[in-house]
C-alpha cells in the first residue's frame, strides 16, 4: 500500500504552519511543509523537527503556474497522487497600506482566487479517492456576498453558476474595481472579501462537479474560516492563536472514512454556515 501524503500551501508560517504541526501529529503518512521562499520553508520545517516532528519540504509558489505543475507532478510520481490538501495560501493588505484599491483588487484576487484555481485545476485531478481538500476562506467573504446587489447574490448562489462564469465575474471585479467603478457594478469595497466568496463559490462548484464525474470515490472538500488569529496578516490583537486557528481545517482534512458530509459547504468553528 503507498504511502498517504497531505499537502499544506503556505505553510511556513501562521496558520499553515499550525495546520502542518497538527497533520504531522495526527495524519498516517506524509505531510509537506510548502513555501514560495526556500530558506524560509526549510526553517519552518527545522523549528518543527525541534519539537519532535518530521514534516517534508517542497517548494511551491501557487502565483507561478509552472510550480505548481512541476509540484503536481512530484506528488503524482512519488505518491501516485495526493490524499489531503488544503489550499491554505493567501495574502491581505493591511488597512493602513496605501495602494489604490484598483491595484489592491488584482494583486489580493491573483493570490486568493485565480491561483488557487490554478492549484486546484492541477492538483483536483491527483486527489486518491477517500482524499480530503479543504480551502481556506473567511466569514469576510460571506459578509462580502452578502453587500453585493441583488443579481450578483442571485448568481453566486445559483445552482448552475460554471467555474468559467465565476472567473468571468472575478475578473470583471477586478476590471471594475481598476477603473474606480466596482460599486456601480454591485459589488462590495473589500477586495480580500471578494477574494474569498469567490473562493467559496468555486469550492461548491467543484464539489458538485466531484460529486458527479468521481461519485464513488467519496472525496470531501470544503472551504472553511479559521476565525480571527494572530498573524502576520491578521495582527496581534486577534482572539485565536495559529494552533486554535487550526482546529476547523485540520478536522475538515481528517474528516473519517466513510463520511459523506460535510461536501461543498463553508464550515467555521467545525459547524456548517449558511452560505
Not at 497531505?6 to 509537506?32: E, H, M, P, W
Amino acid at each position: 500500500m503507498s504511502t498517504r501524503v497531505a499537502v499544506v500551501t503556505g505553510s511556513n508560517k501562521g496558520i499553515g504552519l499550525a495546520i502542518v504541526r497538527a497533520l504531522c501529529r495526527q495524519f498516517r503518512g506524509d505531510v509537506y511543509l510548502t513555501a514560495r521562499d526556500l530558506g524560509r520553508g526549510e526553517e519552518a520545517v527545522k523549528s518543527l523537527s525541534s519539537e519532535g516532528l518530521n514534516p517534508k519540504f517542497h517548494q511551491l509558489d501557487i502565483n507561478d503556474v509552472n510550480s505548481i505543475r512541476t509540484t503536481a507532478d512530484y506528488f503524482k510520481e512519488t505518491y501516485g497522487g495526493v490524499d489531503v490538501l488544503v489550499n491554505n495560501a493567501g495574502m491581505a493588505f493591511r488597512d493602513s497600506d496605501p495602494s489604490p484599491f484598483g491595484v489592491q483588487a488584482e494583486v489580493t484576487l491573483k493570490t486568493n482566487f485565480f491561483a488557487a484555481r490554478d492549484m486546484l485545476t492541477h492538483f483536483l485531478p491527483l486527489i486518491k479517492p477517500g482524499g480530503r481538500v479543504v480551502n481556506m476562506s473567511s466569514t469576510i467573504g460571506s459578509n462580502a456576498l452578502k453587500k453585493c446587489s441583488s443579481d450578483l447574490q442571485q448568481r453566486l448562489r445559483s445552482d448552475d453558476i460554471t467555474e468559467d462564469e465565476l472567473a468571468a465575474l472575478m475578473q470583471r471585479f477586478v476590471d471594475e474595481a481598476k477603473k474606480g467603478e466596482h460599486r456601480q457594478g454591485g459589488w462590495p469595497d473589500t477586495a480580500y472579501g471578494v477574494s474569498k466568496m469567490g473562493l467559496t463559490v468555486l469550492t461548491v462548484i467543484q464539489a458538485r462537479r466531484l460529486s458527479k464525474e468521481r461519485p464513488t470515490d467519496a472525496i470531501l472538500l470544503n472551504a472553511c474560516c479559521p476565525g480571527w488569529v494572530r498573524t502576520d496578516m491578521a495582527g496581534d490583537k486577534a482572539p485565536k492563536s495559529p494552533d486554535e486557528g487550526a482546529v476547523t481545517p485540520v478536522y475538515l482534512a481528517l474528516l473519517p472514512a466513510g463520511a459523506t458530509e460535510p461536501h461543498g459547504k463553508f464550515v467555521s468553528d467545525k459547524q456548517v454556515q449558511p452560505w
